[in-house]
């Protein structure tokens, strides 16, 4: 499979998609307590080729953080 998109999430819960939800874990690790916290806008361009999604704008954000990243998800 092959493509691009983007994403766009507006007065939501962007870690209730099941692609983005290991990342709370990972915020709370960083900022303890931040994990709860509801990521309630965010936005991607991303990339899939050979089954590897990849982006380098992720940008997600909360009432107690933001959280910017890129990377792949195998």
């Excluded at 507006?10 to 983005?20: H, K, M, S």
């Excluded at 939800?21 to 936005?43: D, F, K």
């Excluded at 990849?54 to 792949?72: E, I, K, N, Q, V």
Aim: aromatic share 10%; no cysteine; glycine share 14%.
């Amino acid at each position: 499979m092959q493509g691009h998109g983007k994403i766009e999430v507006t007065d939501g819960n962007v870690f209730a998609i099941p692609v983005f939800g290991p990342l709370s874990e990972i915020l709370n690790h960083i900022v303890p307590g931040a994990g709860y916290s509801i990521a309630r806008s965010g936005t991607a361009t991303f990339t899939i080729k050979d089954g590897v999604i990849h982006t380098d704008d992720f940008d997600a954000s909360g009432r107690l953080f933001r959280l910017l990243g890129y990377g792949d998800i195998y």
